[in-house]
Every structure is written in C-alpha cells, then in structure tokens.
C-alpha cells in the first residue's frame, strides 16, 4: 500500500522544520520524514547566532518572534579575537542590539517543533530511494521499514549527504582542507576558572597560522569549543578518539606553547572530544528545475561555518519557500522557480563569503587578519549610520 501526502518534507532540521512552520501557520498540509527516533534522541548542541534579514525574517515569517525573543542568550553577542598567546586583540560587548542574538540550537528546535501538530513530522523515517511516477506525475519515497509513499512536492532538507540532491544535482560536498576536534568543558566558572576567563562572555576566535581555537559560552555555562586545523583530509583519522586519553594528547600537541586559559579549553573538557571534517560545495551551486523537487538548506549549499550563516539560510529558505508556495497555490511550478532564483544567489554570495572567511582565519598572519576584517566592518557601519 502506497500512502500519499502532497508535500513532502525530507528533515526535520531548522530549514525544514520552518518551511513546515509557515506552511501550517497558512493552514496548507505538509508533513516531515525524520531519520531520528523521536525530539529528544541527541542533542542539538551549539549556539547560533540569528541574523536579522534572514533566520529572524524566517521566524517572524513563521510567527514565532516573541518565542524566539524568549530563549535569547542575553549577553551571548559579546565577541573577543585572541592570540595563540591570550593577548586580546579585538573585543565586543553585547550592545543588546538584537542584530544578531544568540541562542542555542536545540532551544530554537523545540521552538519550531512546538509549533506544529504532532501529527506533522513522523520520527524514526529513514528515506533509502526516490524514483519518479511520470505517469502519476508524483515522486514515489521508499522507507527503510519498506514503506512507500507518494507525493507531489518534494522539499529535500535533508543536509550535506542528502538523498534528494542527486535528483536535482551531482555535485557533492568535497573536503575544504579543515578539520575540527570539539570540546566540552562543564561548569566552568565554578570548575575551571581559567577557561572560563579565556572563553569570555560569549563567542571566542583564538588564532594562530594553521590552527586556531573557535569557542561561545552556551546558556547553561558549557565552554563549547572547536580546535579547527588546517590539514590533509586523512589528519584526523590518525587520532584514535576512542581513546580520550590518547585524542587529549594530540590535540593539545597542536597547542603546543599556547596560553594555558586556552589550552585549559581541551585539556579540561570532560567528555570524548570529537573529530569532524567540514565540507562544502562549489561556490554558485544550482541547478535547472525539475518538476515537483526542490533542496533547502546545507542539501542546497553546504558550505564551511565561518560566515555563521548557515543555520540562517536555511531558515530562511524554508520560510520563502513556504511563501512562495502560499503566493502561487496552483502553480508550484512557478512558486519553485521564484525561490530557487532568489535562493541561487543569495547562498552563491554566502558560500563565497564563507570560503573568503576561512582563508582570513586560517591565515599565516591571523589573528591580525580577522582584526582587521571586524574593524573594517566596523568602520563601514559607522560610516553608514
């Protein structure tokens, strides 16, 4: 038996998750394939910070903005640049502008989530094949379980290694040359004092050439860290992170003669630490359209983390999406077209902006050269207002 929805929504992420978000505040059906077992089976981890004109827009969009409001980290957009040494060489306070607020990734989920019926994301749904029905004009889903359902409109939302991608593209994520070992340090300002110290208030670059330490203080005082370095793709499988003692080690090798605060920041962390290689794809990816399927989100444009947009433009993807679709109800065809076009170019300016930022962090003469990239940001907002 063949079960059928008209949109179907693969990934129950922040990009998904707002597109069914605005679709349901207009009352028009959609429902959400999720590969995880339920709401709670891992943690979101992380903080974001939201911008205005892109996942503000999209929750405003979505009607969730005094909600949103409600979960900010107050003080979490205080920034601070660092050298290997400690030495602070750029620093933010949070001026409670809202420009960019932060909250944690999990907290903003359960936003979304809490505002859709529970009949709208279906857990534990793993998506194994899609083919197309030319004579039903409608993409036919195969589930892990054998399951087969039918649909319409197929939004993939489904990240970096999605499987509706292939439907509309072959391009693939290829590694950027950085890797990441994150870290955890628990109940800092009462337990480790001098990471907390190092850490700051709220989001923390400390660099230096090839290696560099990306951090923000979350909510519940967790020091959350990312080692990223720069390095063959194959680096990080000669660290052996099952064992911690071990993994430890190696990275603090990379910290080799950094200020102890900053080191505190691995040396101290109390659970595994973890190893990711981030990826992204080419800079202006697209293509041309296929009926009935669309990608959002990092399924759209994965891209490496260091312009902070990426849970942003999926957001707000999701949301004009949505908004196109509500604009033009008998005419998806239509709908699909105006957002990819505006989608296009904004993730093209984006990825280009990211590929851009990591150069500058990874560079051999950072700190300085991210200093210089906020005060130039500086200098033209002040030259604007």
């Known amino acids: 038996m063949t079960t059928y929805f008209p949109t179907v929504i693969v990934g129950a992420g922040l990009g ?3 597109a069914a978000a605005v679709l349901s505040r207009h009352h028009l059906p959609v429902t959400v394939l999720e590969l995880e077992q339920d709401r709670s089976a891992r943690t979101q981890g992380g903080m974001l910070d939201i911008h205005q004109e892109t996942g503000q827009a999209a929750l405003e969009a979505a009607g969730l ?21 400690g030495v602070i060489r750029y620093n ?12 944690d990734r999990g907290d903003l989920r359960n936003l979304f989530l809490n505002a859709l019926d529970d009949s709208v994301v279906q857990w534990g749904r793993k998506l194994v094949a899609v083919r197309r029905d030319e004579n039903r004009h409608r993409w036919v889903l195969e589930l892990a379980d054998g399951e087969h359902l039918e649909t319409d409109l197929l939004i993939g939302a489904d990240g970096a290694w999605s499987r509706v991608r292939p439907l509309l593209s072959a391009a693939a994520p290829a590694y950027t040359g950085i890797s990441f070992i994150e870290a955890d340090v628990v109940d800092a300002d009462a337990r480790h004092p001098q990471a907390a110290s190092a850490m700051g208030q709220g989001m923390l670059f400390a660099l230096g050439g090839d290696t560099g330490l990306l951090g923000h203080r979350e909510t519940d005082g967790t020091l959350h860290s990312y080692l990223g370095h720069r390095a063959e793709e194959g680096w990080i499988d000669s660290i052996d992170f099952t064992d911690p003692e ?37 800079v202006g990816h697209s293509w041309s359209r296929v009926a009935g399927v669309t990608l959002l989100g990092d399924a759209a444009h994965v891209m490496s983390p260091f312009a902070g947009e990426g849970a942003n433009l999926a957001m707000i993807d999701g ?21 990819e076009t505006t989608m296009f170019s904004r993730a093209e300016n984006s990825a280009r902006e990211s590929a851009e930022s990591l150069e500058v962090i990874f560079a051999a003469e950072a700190p300085g050269s991210l200093v210089e990239m906020f005060e130039g940001f500086q200098h033209q907002q002040s030259e604007s207002a």
């Open 246 to 282: 071990a993994s430890r080690a190696a990275a603090l090798e990379l910290l080799e003669g950094w200020h102890e605060g900053l080191r505190s920041l691995i040396a101290e962390a109390e659970a595994p630490l973890v190893a990711r290689r981030i990826h992204a794809l080419p």
């Open 319 to 339: 949301a004009e999406l949505a908004l196109a679709l509500i604009a033009h109800p008998d005419d998806a065809e239509t709908a699909l077209s105006v957002y």
């Open 92 to 103: 933010e306070t949070d001026d409670n502008s809202f420009s960019r607020p932060e909250v």
């Open 16 to 18: 998904g998750l707002s």
């Open 65 to 85: 903005t005094d909600g949103f409001r409600a979960i900010v980290h107050h003080g979490g957009e205080a920034m601070r640049i660092m050298d290997r040494h």
